[in-house]
């Protein structure tokens, strides 16, 4: 009903004053609504000058949530050191123009499926593990690339067995967020099949993280076999604090 860009400031109150201004120009009042769902930005729910205490000084019955699909981002944000260093690899490249031309030329005579990194972007929620397979299908160019540039550190992440592992598991298991993100999205949509989905995700992670103790690895299929005794600790805690997560931000019985 209300679509509003705002040029400037970005504050709460500047919020509540388009939407003030929109609920005027209909005869409509703040005490008509029922809930507010926000992405749990400081600007909206700051308690003094947050959109939804603004709101609430109006109609104190307003009930808040937090988006459910952005609560499912938030689940995805487990943070590992190889992360940090993919983005370290990509912006090498990407922020800067000239080195992004020579890894293109690299690419072309190494006679490469992809020409470029993608560039990673926190707003950007879906963009992680397709950042994360474009490194691992780019590597030995990038390899090619730092070597060239004598960018040891680096070099010595992309010739390292374990630390590809890990990229793959990585992109494997953001793969499977990926899928959940969009899987609850879409017209058919509702609360309850997404809350199906959810809990149907929490035992497979559950039965995955108890599989990697005993170092099975059927469910990350791409993790190099050299590297599976190494890995079994780091994927069994990774996805202990996944579990952790998803309960604490999703506490949905499974009644």
């Known amino acids: 009903m209300c679509c509003k860009e705002k040029s400037l400031t970005t504050r709460g109150q500047d919020v509540f004053n388009i939407l003030s201004a929109y609920l005027e120009k209909w005869n409509l009042s703040w ?6 769902c926000t992405d749990g930005a400081p600007c909206m729910v700051s308690s003094i000058k947050g959109f939804v205490s603004l709101v609430q000084r109006k109609n ?3 009930v808040q949530t937090h988006c459910f699909l952005h609560r499912e981002v938030l689940v995805s944000k487990t943070i590992t050191e190889v992360l940090k260093q993919v983005v370290e690899i990509v912006n090498f490249i990407k922020t800067r123009p000239l080195k992004s031309r020579l890894f293109e030329k690299i690419c072309a005579d190494m006679d490469s499926q992809h020409k470029r990194s993608i560039l990673h972007t926190k707003t950007r ?5 397709k950042v994360r397979c474009r490194v691992h299908e780019l590597h030995k160019e990038l390899h090619a690339f730092f070597k060239t540039e004598k960018h040891g550190r680096l070099c010595e992440y992309l010739q390292c067995e374990f630390w590809l592992s890990r990229l793959e598991y990585l992109a494997e298991i953001y793969a499977h967020l990926n899928s959940l993100n969009t899987s609850m999205q879409g017209r058919e949509e509702n609360i309850l099949t997404s809350s ?4 149907a995700f929490k035992k497979k992670v559950a039965i995955s993280k108890n599989r990697a103790k005993d170092g099975n ?8 076999d050299s590297c599976i005794k190494k890995m079994s600790p780091i994927v069994f805690q990774h996805l202990t604090t996944l579990g952790s997560k998803i ?3 999703f506490p949905i019985t499974e009644d």
């Open 125 to 129: 929620w879906l963009s992680r593990e």
């Open 31 to 36: 005490n008509s609504f029922v809930g507010i």
């Open 196 to 199: 199906d989905k959810l809990v």
């Open 247 to 249: 309960q604490l931000l």
């Open 217 to 224: 690895f059927e469910m990350f299929p791409f993790v190099r």
């Open 60 to 62: 104190p019955n307003v």
